[in-house]
C-alpha cells in the first residue's frame, strides 16, 4: 500500500514538472500570443522597381531603395489591420528599342505612399507548439504623393493618386517580442505619368517591392476565438 502512495505522488509531481515546463516555453508562450490581440510596430528596408513604358520587371538596372514603417493590430486568428507609411524611390533607363536615348538614364521618381490593408494569416491555425513561422498574405488601397524628373525630357512634376497594393509575406518570431519578415508587394497606380510618359500599351504605371524588415510586437490582451 505504501508503495503504491509514494508511486502516485511520484506520478502527480512528474506532471505538474511537465506541464510547468510546456506552458513556460517559448516556443508554447508564442503560440498563445498567435491567438491574441496582439500589435506590431515595425519597419523594413529593401528594393524596388518600376514597370513602364523605360522598362519592365526583371531589368535589375532599374532597382531603386525604399523603406517602410507600420502599425499593424490583430483583430481575429487570421485578420489584421495595417497601416503602413513607405517612401520609394523609382527611375529607370531607356530600353526603348529604336530609341537614340538607348541605355541614357530616363528618369527618377521618389513617391510617399499610405496604405491601409488587410493581413490575412494563412499560419495562424497551425497548432504545433515548436510553431514559430507563419505566412500571409496583404492587401489594401491607398494613396501616394511623389516628385518626378524624367532626364529625356528636362522637365520636372508632382503627381499624386490612388494606389491598389497587394502582396505576400513570411514572418519568423525571434522571440516572444521579436519578430523579422520578408515580404513582396506590387502596386497598381492611377496615373500612367510617373515616368511623365504615356504609351497604349501600359495605361497604367505600376511597381513592386521586396523588403526585409524586423517588428516589435506589443503582447494583446483579449484571446481571440
Known amino acids: 500500500m505504501k508503495n503504491i502512495f509514494y508511486i502516485l505522488i511520484l506520478l502527480i509531481v512528474s506532471n505538474l ?5 510546456k ?9 498563445l500570443m498567435e491567438n491574441t490581440d496582439y500589435v ?4 523594413s528596408i529593401g528594393a524596388a ?6 522598362g519592365g520587371f526583371g531589368n535589375f538596372e532599374n532597382i531603386k531603395p525604399n523603406y517602410t514603417i507600420y502599425v499593424q493590430k490583430k483583430v ?23 530609341s537614340e536615348t538607348y541605355n541614357q538614364n530616363a528618369f527618377d521618381a521618389n513617391i510617399i505612399e499610405f496604405i491601409p490593408m488587410v493581413i490575412y494569416d494563412l499560419g495562424a491555425r497551425n497548432r504545433k507548439r515548436n510553431q514559430r513561422i507563419n505566412y500571409y498574405l496583404m492587401g489594401g488601397v491607398g494613396v501616394f504623393y511623389g516628385s518626378t524628373t524624367n532626364h529625356l525630357k528636362n522637365t520636372s512634376s508632382n503627381k499624386a493618386g490612388g494606389v491598389i497594393y497587394g502582396g505576400a ?17 506590387g502596386r497598381i497606380t492611377s496615373s500612367d505619368q510617373l515616368d511623365m510618359m504615356s504609351n497604349p500599351r501600359f ?23
Open 40 to 43: 506590431l510596430i515595425g519597419g
Open 17 to 21: 514538472g511537465f506541464s510547468q515546463s
Open 49 to 54: 522597381q518600376y514597370n513602364g513604358v523605360y
Open 169 to 185: 509575406g513570411i514572418r519568423y518570431s525571434l522571440t516572444n517580442k521579436w519578430i523579422i519578415n520578408l515580404e513582396a508587394q
Open 203 to 225: 495605361p497604367t504605371d505600376m511597381y513592386g517591392t521586396i523588403n526585409i524588415g524586423i517588428a516589435y510586437r506589443i503582447f494583446g490582451k483579449r484571446k481571440l476565438h
Open 23 to 31: 506552458y513556460s516555453s517559448p516556443n508554447y508562450f508564442n503560440n
Open 76 to 98: 481575429s486568428k487570421r485578420i489584421s489591420f495595417r497601416y503602413q507609411l513607405s517612401h520609394v524611390g523609382l527611375g529607370a533607363k531607356d530600353k526603348r528599342s529604336n
